[in-house]
Antibody, heavy 121, light 113 residues
Framework: EVQLVETGGGLVQPGRSLKLSCVAS????????MYWIRQAPGKGLEWVSS????????YYPDSVKGRFTISRDNAENTVYLQMNSLRSEDTATYYC??????????????WGQGVMVTVSS | DIVMTQTPSSQAVSAGEKVTMSCKSS????????????LAWYQQKPGQSPKLLISWASTRESGVPDRFIGSGSGTDFTLTISSVQAEDLAVYYC?????????FGAGTKLELK
């Protein structure tokens, strides 16, 4: 059974940093792209970052580029999201998600339960 | 960026009704080399994570009931629920994965009439 478990959320002041982790199980982690998607309270979904299978390629939207860094440890079946210079508009539930396709398809077939990040003074 | 527009934003339905919802993209999601539309549909129930229903605009995920039907090509797509059940009350999102930044529509919320 595929499982994705996110940790690391919480309340943080504007301008500070936070690192999210997502531990994966139930599939060959090193063969799948991984993603972070977020959802502000009561709002829709926003793609935050993607990482390829070996971690050599990463992608971000302009809203987080230069502030967020995605990485992965295939030996530990874990994907991370380092979030720096946090802003109030980064307040959201952050979901870790697995690519549907072997090596790459672009959509996501499994999502974690999500972790809440609140940026407030 | 590719803009995804979903209509309606909400819809009140009764059990057993046929429901259709629309998703339009600001540019074509059809990749000429493989003839695939890079469009997915997700269902999100209150307090839950999104669930993938349909990939490639019309390919149902394993385990998804056959009352969920995805159709369309290019820039115009539709999700049809042939006979709505109570458990289908949720928000439905379309997403393009043709190009980064991947973008989602604002969602269509199905509510009970």
């Amino acid at each position: 059974e595929v499982q994705l478990v996110e940790t690391g959320g919480g309340l943080v002041q504007p301008g500070r940093s936070l690192k999210l982790s997502c531990v994966a199980s139930g599939f060959t982690f090193s063969s799948y792209w991984m993603y972070w998607i977020r959802q502000a309270p009561g709002k829709g979904l926003e793609w935050v970052s993607s990482i390829n299978t070996d971690g050599g390629s990463t992608y971000y939207p302009d809203s987080v580029k230069g502030r967020f860094t995605i990485s992965r440890d295939n030996a530990e079946n874990t994907v991370y999201l380092q979030m720096n210079s946090l802003r109030s508009e980064d307040t959201a539930t952050y979901y870790c998600a697995k690519d549907r396709g072997y090596y790459y398809s672009g959509d996501r077939d499994y999502w974690g339960q999500g972790v809440m990040v609140t940026v407030s003074s | 960026d590719i803009v995804m527009t979903q209509t309606p934003s909400s819809q009140a339905v009764s059990a057993g009704e046929k429901v259709t919802m629309s998703c339009k993209s600001s540019q074509s999601l059809l990749y000429s080399e493989n003839k695939k539309n890079y469009l997915a549909w997700y269902q999100q129930k209150p307090g839950q994570s999104p669930k993938l229903l349909i990939s490639w605009a019309s390919t149902r995920e394993s385990g998804v009931p056959d009352r969920f039907i995805g159709s369309g090509s290019g820039t115009d797509f539709t999700l049809t629920i042939s006979s709505v059940q109570a458990e289908d009350l949720a928000v439905y999102y379309c997403e393009q994965y043709y190009d980064t930044p991947y973008t989602f529509g604002a969602g269509t919320k199905l509510e009970l009439k």
